[in-house]
C-alpha cells in the first residue's frame, strides 16, 4: 500500500515499462489513489519520461542534478522543483535529464545524494517506483536496494544459452 520499490535487473528485461504500467495501475485502479512518484536512476539513458505523452507532462524547474549538489538544503520543497507531472493521471516523475549537457553531471549522483532523495521523497508520496540501470555494481543500483521497502529482481530466460548446452550435450 505505501513504500519505495526498485525494481532492478542485469539485462534489459522491460523495467521501466513495467514501473510505468505499475504506476498507471496505481493511479487508476485504486480506490484512494494513493501519490505515485518515479526515480529513473539510470541516469546515462533515463526512459521513464519518454514514455508518457509529452503534451500532458509539466514540465520541471530543476532537476536530479540540481536538487541533490548540497544535501543540507534537499527537502520537499526543492525536489517539488525537480518533478514532472503528468497531468492526465497525477504521477510524477523526478526529472532525470537526457541531454549533451548533463552528461557531465552523471557521475555527481552517489550514494549519500540517492539515500537523501530516497528519504525525502519517501515522505512525500505513497508508492515510490525506482528504476534502476542494468549495471549491478553501480551505486545508483544498490543504494536503492539497501533504502527499499522491496525489491523485485526482473529475469530474463536466456533459451539461446541453454539451446546450445542441450545441444552439446547429446
Request: glycine share 2%.
Amino acid at each position: 500500500r505505501k513504500g519505495v520499490f526498485a525494481f532492478i535487473a542485469t539485462s534489459s528485461s522491460g523495467k521501466t515499462s513495467l514501473v510505468v504500467n505499475l504506476a498507471n495501475i496505481l493511479r487508476n485502479l485504486e480506490k484512494d489513489k494513493p501519490s505515485v512518484c518515479i526515480l529513473d536512476l539510470n541516469l546515462a539513458l533515463p526512459a521513464a519520461y519518454y514514455m508518457f505523452d509529452k503534451d500532458d507532462l509539466t514540465k520541471a524547474k530543476r532537476d536530479i542534478y540540481d536538487i541533490t549538489q548540497d544535501l543540507n538544503y534537499l527537502n520537499a520543497e526543492l525536489v517539488m522543483d525537480a518533478i514532472i507531472v503528468n497531468n492526465k493521471n497525477g504521477i510524477h516523475l523526478v526529472n532525470t535529464p537526457t541531454s549533451a549537457e548533463t552528461v557531465h553531471k552523471i557521475n555527481t549522483i552517489k550514494a549519500p545524494q540517492i539515500e537523501k532523495l530516497i528519504v525525502t521523497l519517501r515522505e512525500m508520496y505513497d508508492i515510490v517506483l525506482i528504476d534502476t540501470p542494468n549495471n549491478p555494481t553501480a551505486e545508483t543500483v544498490w543504494t536503492p536496494i539497501q533504502y527499499a521497502d522491496k525489491n523485485f529482481l526482473l529475469l530474463e530466460p536466456n533459451f539461446i544459452v541453454r539451446d546450445i548446452e542441450i545441444f552439446n550435450e547429446k
